[in-house]
């Protein structure tokens, strides 16, 4: 069969399907080829045969993992072959960006205002089905949802409410740790000022979830470091190259990609994340301009805070036990190897102080944690904390800010660049500068043409030019 590969009703290439072989034919749009399909980090159609296997990837990440919870039982009640068949029974739409795959044949009868989940609604019965084991579905059971193009191991579906899309997620084992941490990630990030998927908690039948509203718009793509990445070396065979990363990201134009980056592995470090692999690490890009945004929030943090330990376990397990990706292979050596000197000047750690009271107060009364693990967990995150206070102050000693006494206006236009919508206050306690010092400092990025005002002084922000 023949396929013609859509970003919303742009036509990018025709492929042929063939026994599980996928051949690219055509390329109609080469600018607006997914990131996935790029060659040596550009769009390019002058190479086909390479395509084939990257499109053949592009698909299969879309796909849900055969080992996903109840996902045999499914298929099988759907009397559906495999992931594969499933997914293009919603033409792998995804409500992580616009692409989507139409049979040549209804190329003229399918457009994407009538199909896409972004607008549209859909049925939620398979995801209930794969998040809690509900009610036995069949072959008459709609399957046109975006659950069939979510992947991941761990279980999750997709629902609609008040028109905003959530992806809601399950914890697993006993304890169903991985929600719970996911609601701590999003407390740590919104203290220390760092952009974030805000994660929610449910209860349901004795059950944890956490939810949180799709960070992606109709207007706008998320892109998995791995595609951005793709064609460089790996190190070890299994790590990446942090240094390759970022020359990446800067020719390819993504804003402020390094100091997003090295946030992103500082909050790992303080929860212990051991799963930040190259597809919970993404980009975001605007889907119309093809401009890159930045590097895309805090997301999936559920695999930390010691998950499936027990609580006299924690209380021995130090830095360089605990396993990290995606750069290096403990937390010790991550944090120890990457540049961590560019953004000590930029978190303030004692933002945390205080959240230990709150944490104690959100696990207390979680019924599948018991109080020996919530009293450890409570005390290994202030640990944590204290050891990153530690590793950031002696960072200072060599952040470039410090050594070379920084101007005012300098600081805070590194603070602006990294929130253009703080506020003055805002901005004088992350640069420890007085409100006059920052006012005149805006003067003087205004008059070299740095910033620019957008909008009112009260609701308005900072344009950085």
């Given at each position: 069969m023949?396929?013609?590969l859509y970003?919303?009703n742009?036509?990018?290439?025709?492929y042929?399907?063939?026994k599980?072989?996928?051949?690219?034919?055509?390329?109609?749009n080469k600018?607006?080829l997914?990131?996935a399909l790029?060659?040596?980090?550009?769009?390019g159609?002058?190479?086909l045969y390479?395509?084939?296997?990257?499109l053949?990837?592009?698909l299969?990440?879309?796909?849900?993992p055969?080992t996903r919870?109840?996902?045999?039982?499914?298929?099988?009640e759907?009397?559906?072959?495999s992931?594969?068949?499933?997914a293009?029974?919603?033409?792998?739409?995804s409500?992580?960006?616009q692409?989507?795959?139409?049979p040549l044949e209804?190329?003229?009868k399918?457009f994407?205002?009538?199909?896409?989940?972004?607008?549209?609604?859909?049925?939620?019965?398979i995801g209930?089905?794969l998040v809690?084991n509900?009610?036995?579905?069949?072959?008459?059971?709609?399957?046109?949802n975006?659950?069939?193009?979510t992947?991941g191991?761990?279980?999750?579906?997709?629902y609609?409410?008040?028109?905003?899309?959530?992806?809601e997620k399950?914890g697993?084992?006993t304890e169903q740790?991985?929600?719970l941490?996911e609601?701590l990630?999003s407390?740590?990030?919104?203290?220390?000022?760092?952009?974030?998927v805000?994660?929610?908690?449910t209860?349901?039948?004795d059950?944890?979830?956490?939810?949180c509203?799709?960070m992606?718009?109709e207007?706008?793509?998320?892109?998995?470091m791995?595609?951005?990445y793709q064609d460089?070396h790996?190190?070890?065979?299994k790590?990446?190259?942090?240094?390759q990363?970022i020359?990446r990201?800067?020719?390819m134009n993504?804003?402020?990609?390094?100091?997003?980056l090295l946030?992103?592995?500082l909050?790992?470090?303080?929860?212990?994340?051991?799963?930040?692999?190259?597809?919970?690490?993404?980009?975001?890009?605007?889907?119309?301009?093809?401009?890159?945004k930045?590097?895309?929030?805090?997301?999936?943090?559920?695999?930390s805070?010691?998950?499936?330990?027990?609580?006299?376990?924690?209380a021995?397990i130090?830095?360089?036990?605990?396993?990290?990706?995606?750069?290096?292979?403990t937390?010790?050596e991550q944090i120890?190897?990457?540049?961590?000197?560019k953004?000590?000047?930029?978190?303030?750690l004692?933002?945390?102080?205080?959240?230990?009271?709150?944490?104690?107060?959100f696990?207390?009364?979680?019924?599948?944690l018991?109080n020996?693990?919530?009293?450890?967990l409570?005390?290994?995150?202030?640990?944590r904390?204290?050891e990153?206070?530690k590793?950031?102050?002696?960072?200072k000693k060599?952040?470039?800010?410090?050594?070379?006494?920084?101007?005012?206006?300098e600081?805070?236009y590194?603070a602006?660049?990294?929130?253009?919508?703080?506020?003055?206050?805002?901005v004088?306690?992350n640069?420890?500068?007085?409100?006059a010092t920052?006012t005149?400092?805006?003067?003087?990025?205004?008059d070299?043409?740095?910033?620019?005002?957008?909008g009112?002084?009260?609701?308005?922000?900072?344009?950085i030019?």
């Amino acid at each position: 069969m023949e396929y013609v590969l859509y970003k919303k009703n742009i036509p990018i290439l025709k492929y042929s399907e063939n026994k599980g072989y996928i051949e690219v034919q055509k390329i109609y749009n080469k600018e607006h080829l997914p990131v996935a399909l790029f060659l040596n980090g550009k769009p390019g159609d002058e190479n086909l045969y390479a395509l084939n296997e990257k499109l053949e990837q592009f698909l299969d990440n879309r796909l849900i993992p055969s080992t996903r919870p109840y996902f045999k039982e499914a298929l099988k009640e759907l009397e559906i072959d495999s992931n594969y068949e499933l997914a293009k029974k919603s033409f792998f739409l995804s409500l992580s960006d616009q692409y989507w795959i139409c049979p040549l044949e209804l190329k003229d009868k399918l457009f994407w205002e009538d199909i896409n989940f972004f607008k549209n609604d859909y049925d939620t019965e398979i995801g209930l089905r794969l998040v809690s084991n509900s009610k036995s579905l069949n072959k008459n059971s709609s399957s046109n949802n975006p659950d069939n193009t979510t992947n991941g191991e761990l279980s999750k579906r997709w629902y609609k409410q008040n028109g905003i899309n959530y992806l809601e997620k399950a914890g697993t084992g006993t304890e169903q740790q991985e929600p719970l941490n996911e609601v701590l990630a999003s407390e740590i990030c919104k203290r220390l000022k760092i952009p974030y998927v805000p994660y929610t908690l449910t209860i349901r039948d004795d059950k944890y979830f956490c939810s949180c509203p799709d960070m992606i718009d109709e207007s706008t793509e998320l892109v998995p470091m791995d595609a951005v990445y793709q064609d460089l070396h790996l190190t070890q065979g299994k790590f990446y190259d942090y240094n390759q990363l970022i020359t990446r990201c800067e020719q390819m134009n993504i804003p402020n990609a390094e100091v997003d980056l090295l946030k992103i592995i500082l909050v790992d470090y303080i929860v212990a994340n051991i799963d930040r692999h190259s597809y919970n690490i993404s980009f975001i890009r605007d889907s119309n301009t093809l401009l890159w945004k930045g590097v895309a929030p805090v997301y999936d943090t559920g695999k930390s805070m010691f998950m499936n330990y027990l609580d006299f376990e924690m209380a021995m397990i130090s830095s360089n036990q605990i396993p990290a990706k995606p750069f290096y292979e403990t937390q010790t050596e991550q944090i120890k190897n990457l540049p961590f000197s560019k953004i000590a000047h930029l978190v303030n750690l004692d933002l945390l102080d205080g959240i230990d009271k709150w944490y104690s107060d959100f696990l207390k009364p979680l019924k599948r944690l018991s109080n020996e693990k919530k009293t450890a967990l409570v005390k290994k995150l202030c640990q944590r904390i204290d050891e990153t206070k530690k590793i950031i102050s002696a960072c200072k000693k060599d952040s470039p800010s410090v050594n070379q006494k920084a101007s005012a206006p300098e600081l805070v236009y590194e603070a602006l660049k990294q929130n253009p919508k703080q506020t003055k206050e805002e901005v004088s306690k992350n640069t420890g500068l007085s409100r006059a010092t920052v006012t005149r400092a805006y003067k003087e990025l205004e008059d070299q043409k740095k910033i620019k005002r957008i909008g009112s002084n009260k609701t308005g922000y900072w344009e950085i030019l």
